[in-house]
């Protein structure tokens, strides 16, 4: 069963787990630009990272495993804070979303819900609006409940178009706030954000329509097959096949095949 991964932090992988992605039906990951593990307090530094990502990893993800990548390039809130830096990073983002490997905006979000992270929140869900393109939003570690309220007041408020926003990291004490948007879910398996099994009783409990797992696999912690994984277990767990190939597939085919530059084949 053929497999996309919206949110694979791929920059932080071995080539290894990339050829193990793939021999284990992964053929598309998407990468989000992050936060990577240290704050940077250049603008240069961003731009070097999205050369990167979209540069290299693309090519790296071909030539060993046979995968198509794709990026999405945004400013990530922990780094907001830093106002100045910010603002020029901005102004300079519409050039990156203008490259081909580029399907969106993200990831964008709240880290500790100041006036410079929810400033960039907006100016980056205008700029994806006005261009028509995806956008993927990072919920706060801490104070999670009360940050994604805050998020989804944001998005209500600026008018956006909210069928291509997938809300990100969500787990049972944000899932009802994040359905009352029309806005996409995703749950990213991952240690501190939801777990394989409690993911998937989420999806019995409240269905698998707009409903998107990923694996956000980076430096810490954390597994380049979690969606596979999670495919074998709702499989195991007696889930039709149809319906995890929504999950798996169709559903992050659907969100980001609204990106012109988004051209996987089904």
């Known amino acids: 069963m053929r497999i996309i991964d919206p949110h694979m932090h791929m920059v932080s992988r ?44 693309t090519r790296r993800a071909e030539r060993v495993a046979g995968m198509d990548h794709y990026v999405t390039i945004g400013l990530e809130p922990k780094e907001a804070n830093y106002r100045e830096m910010a603002e020029t990073v901005l102004e300079r983002l519409p050039e990156y979303l203008d ?18 992270e929810e400033w960039a929140f907006r100016k980056q869900l205008r700029i994806a609006d006005e261009r028509e393109l995806p956008v993927i939003v990072h919920t706060p570690h801490e104070n999670k409940p009360e940050g994604t309220r805050r998020i989804v007041d944001m998005i209500e408020d600026e008018g956006v178009t909210q069928e291509r926003i997938i809300i990100d990291h969500n787990t049972e004490r944000t899932i009802d706030t994040a359905l009352e948007t029309d806005c996409w879910l995703g749950f990213t398996l991952y240690p501190g954000k939801i777990a394989v099994d409690d993911a998937i009783d989420l999806l019995e409990a409240y269905g698998t329509e707009k409903m998107i797992l990923n694996s956000a696999a980076d430096w810490d912690p954390s597994d380049p097959l979690a969606v596979p994984r999670a495919r074998d277990e709702m499989l195991d767990r007696g889930w039709d096949r149809e ?24």
Do not use: M
């Open 99 to 116: 490259r081909d490997p580029v399907v969106g905006v993200g990831e964008i979000g709240l880290d500790q819900d100041t006036e410079d």
């Open 14 to 57: 071995s080539t290894d787990d990339y050829e193990r992605a793939r021999r284990a039906g992964i053929e598309c990951c998407i990468e989000p630009a992050f936060w990577s593990g240290q704050d940077k307090h250049n603008a240069g530094a961003f731009f070097d990272y999205f050369e990167q990502i979209i540069g290299h990893e």
């Open 243 to 266: 319906t995890v190939r929504q999950v798996v597939f169709e559903n992050p085919y659907e969100f980001f095949d609204q990106s012109p530059n988004f051209e996987y084949s089904r």
